[in-house]
């Protein structure tokens, strides 16, 4: 501290995240003056030696970017390469790799409202404590999430790194057995994931209402996963082909997570992203599980991710019991592939938001350049614009604890999945 | 762990995907149980936070790629009575050890734009390349169930049965028909370590080996065989260059097919 009316705070490893980052902030004359999110996992560089490999061999690599959503690793990848390859739509496919993606959002938003941010909202250091006071919570968690990671495991024979999906679909189509026993337990949660929802919507958190942009792949009928056109509060409306044309990615010093902007703004992705611009294609039982809440959505408060985690929650059961009810085993669960020299891109909505990735593969379908922006990156430039709002809101004069609690909240309720990138939170605080 | 207080227990993190902890995370009430059980000193992703504590068992996720993670290492390793490395990254670099193989310098220059500020060594290496290890659980990812048998075991004094099979075996008790027999898809099981449960083959597809090479892997006559099938030299060096490359024999294998491929 060169000066008296400076501090600085230094949160050094933020914990409850998936990766690892600290947060540094100079305060200067009750102002700040810098907030740096850092992200010092360092790189593992997944673009580049991807180069050289069969396209055969990507969904097996990219998912290992993340343990916590391979899926949507695999799905962003399988869409473009098919895409380049002009594979034909197969509409068994279409719909079980629905159900697969409703396994991941599952299991991932669970985790992340269970064991990852409803402490910070009730108070406890983290989830095995909160178990203790709310025993019938923390288990009904973990029970939802142990249905997502099942649904995975249908189709991929375990729930990190799954090895059932390929380029042109699935190795297997599941047994009508297996997926009738899946299917009871998916029945026998659907209150529980109602109760979730309301749960979430009862917890106290903070009133902190912003103006940010929202930005969600949105689809002619459904509810976005797999396919659409991006779009934004703001009225943006493209193909996904035309991502970099209008979102920039860019090396910020202080971080191995590259940031984007949008026509040079923050924006947001996730699922209060998602649902906020896209409501209107929710189905009426979720909607009415959403009315009884009292919460309203389009909401302009970030702390409404978690119900809109939870409403995801109920929805993927809602949208996968649908999927499976009508399954049938097909003649072959997926098309063949003739690999062709080309470009494209590929875009789907991961857990925490949109998953952009784009191949340009030689006429053996082997890769030649690869560019992977995972949703982490793209909030990074939200999360320091909401940081530098709700910190200066609080009070910069609060003491360091206080700041550093409520930064944590704060960045977690982005559930950032930093191993993308590469992990989480150390917090410096100067003051001058 | 003879003394009356509760065996002390950290996980750690390095270079990873963070899919290894999900052991732990994705447990489900076994990880409110083993909380019982146990102290968990360190389990940042978990909310648990003290890496300065001494522990009775350490697991660590992840492989070495910077210089502050040796010294991380070092500490963890000082500090803990069992360390076991768990899961590809931990116990051979992982998928990101391909930078070892080839220009990692070029790679980080066509990423960042300024890759001076980004602090990383040129190669990602196994935790046994630094410290000693008391037990290596393999697998990307490895296999939760291994992992709460290992914590059992070492709670009742005695370290944990290693699996030393090939996936061929597995994939015989299951009663899968063997996908490169019966279809000719080359497939890495004969030389693969199992733990995994064979779940590839169980599926109509080929082992991509995540669990790496088994004991006594003879990756030569595994290459005859898939030169047989039709694969270029190039396309078998790619199959060992994968989620365990720069472990021998699979580094081995995978260098003399690239070798094989350059001078074609």
Redesign the interface.
């Known amino acids: 501290m060169t000066e008296k009316n400076q501090r600085s705070i230094h949160v050094p490893?933020l914990?409850?995240?998936?990766?690892?980052g600290a947060l540094d902030l100079v305060i200067h004359k009750g102002e700040i003056s810098e907030l740096r999110l850092r992200i010092?996992?360092?790189?593992?560089?997944?673009?580049?030696?991807l180069e050289?490999?069969?396209y055969k061999?990507v969904p097996?690599?990219v998912a290992?970017?993340?343990?916590?959503c391979?899926v949507a690793y695999q799905m962003s990848a399988i869409h473009a390469l098919e895409t380049v390859f002009a594979a034909p739509q197969h509409e068994w496919v279409r719909n079980m790799r629905r159900v697969f993606y409703c396994g991941e959002w599952i299991?991932s938003h669970a985790?992340h409202i269970h064991?990852?941010a409803a402490?910070d909202f009730l108070g406890f250091?983290?989830?095995?404590a909160m178990?203790q006071k709310y025993p019938q919570q923390?288990?009904r968690g973990?029970?939802l999430?142990?249905a997502g990671?099942r649904l995975i495991a249908l189709f991929g024979?375990?729930?990190?790194?799954p090895?059932?999906a390929?380029v042109g679909g699935?190795?297997?189509a599941p047994a009508k057995n297996d997926v009738d026993d899946v299917l009871e337990q998916l029945r026998s949660l659907q209150q529980d994931a109602k109760d979730l929802v309301a749960w979430t919507a009862s917890l106290d958190v903070p009133e902190d209402k912003q103006e940010f942009t929202s930005v969600a792949l949105r689809h002619d009928n459904e509810y976005p996963m797999n396919e659409g056109r991006l779009v934004s509060s703001q009225g943006l409306n493209i193909d996904i082909e035309e991502y970099q044309q209008h979102f920039k990615e860019?090396?910020a010093?202080?971080s191995?997570a590259?940031h984007a902007t949008l026509h040079d703004q923050p924006y947001l992705v996730g699922p209060l992203a998602r649902l906020n611009l896209n409501m209107d294609r929710l189905p009426d039982a979720v909607l009415e599980v959403i009315a009884a809440t009292g919460v309203h959505f389009p909401s302009d408060n970030m702390f409404h991710s978690i119900v809109a985690r939870a409403i995801e929650i109920y929805y993927g059961l809602f949208e996968s019991i649908r999927l499976l009810e009508a399954y049938q085993l097909p003649a072959q669960p997926y098309v063949e592939i003739k690999p062709r020299a080309g470009v494209a891109s590929g875009c789907t909505e991961a857990p925490r938001g949109i998953l952009w990735h784009q191949y340009q593969v030689d006429e053996n379908g082997d890769i030649e350049k690869a560019i992977i922006i995972p949703p982490t990156s793209q909030n990074q430039a939200r999360i320091e614009q909401d940081l530098r709002t709700s910190l200066t809101s609080l009070g910069l004069d609060q003491d360091d604890d206080t700041l550093r609690q409520h930064g944590e909240m704060l960045i977690r309720n982005y559930d950032p999945?930093i191993?993308c990138s590469?992990?989480?939170l150390k917090i410096k605080v100067e003051r001058s | 762990m003879s003394s009356t207080a509760k065996p002390r227990v950290g996980v750690y993190?390095f270079?990873?995907?963070?899919?290894?902890?999900?052991a732990f995370?994705?447990a489900?009430?076994q990880?409110?149980q083993l909380?019982e059980l146990v102290e968990?000193c360190h389990f940042?992703?978990?909310?648990?936070?003290d890496?300065q504590a001494s522990v009775d068992i350490a697991f660590v996720e992840g492989s070495i790629?910077?210089a502050s993670d040796i010294e991380r290492i070092e500490h963890i390793r000082e500090h803990s009575r069992y360390l076991i490395s768990i899961g590809a990254c931990a116990t051979a670099g992982?998928?990101?050890a391909?930078?070892n193989i080839?220009d990692?310098d070029s790679?980080?220059a066509?990423?960042?734009?300024?890759p001076e500020?980004?602090?990383?060594l040129n190669t990602?290496t196994p935790l046994a390349s630094h410290i000693s290890v008391d037990l290596e659980l393999w697998g990307?990812?490895v296999n939760g169930t291994q992992v709460m048998a290992a914590i059992r075991s070492l709670l009742f004094g005695v370290l944990p049965q290693q699996e030393h099979d090939k996936v061929c075996l597995q994939c015989k008790r299951n009663g899968s028909v063997c996908v490169m027999v019966t279809q000719g898809i080359p497939c890495m099981g004969p030389v693969t370590r199992t733990g995994?449960?064979a779940?590839?083959p169980?599926?109509?597809?080929d082992c991509?080996a995540?669990f790496g090479p088994a004991d006594q892997a003879n990756t030569d006559s595994l290459s005859k065989r898939f030169v047989g099938l039709g694969l270029l030299p190039?396309?078998i060096s790619?199959r060992f260059h994968?989620?365990t490359n720069d472990v021998d024999p699979f580094r081995q294998a995978g260098d003399q097919y690239c070798k094989d491929a350059q001078d074609s």
Not at chain 1, 64 to 68: L, P
Not at chain 1, 157 to 161: C, D, E, N, P, T
Not at chain 2, 44 to 49: F, P, S, T, Y
Request: net charge neutral; with cysteine; proline share 5%.
């Open positions: 490893v914990t409850r995240v998936e990766g690892e010092y996992e360092p790189p593992r560089l997944f673009e580049k030696f050289g490999y069969s061999q097996d690599m290992r970017i993340c343990g916590i391979p299991q985790l064991l990852l402490p250091e983290n989830a095995i178990a923390v288990n973990l029970r999430q142990a990671n024979g375990r729930s990190v790194h090895v059932g390929k699935f190795y297997h860019f090396q010093p202080h191995t590259l999945c191993s590469t992990h989480f | 993190k270079a990873s995907c963070d899919g290894c902890q999900l995370l994705n489900g009430e990880l409110l909380a968990i940042a992703e978990a909310g648990i936070m890496e790629i910077t992982g998928i990101q391909l930078r080839k990692s790679w980080m066509d990423i960042y734009a300024s500020f980004i602090d990383t990602s990307c990812p995994c449960g779940i590839c169980a599926v109509g597809r991509y995540c190039e396309a790619k994968f989620i």
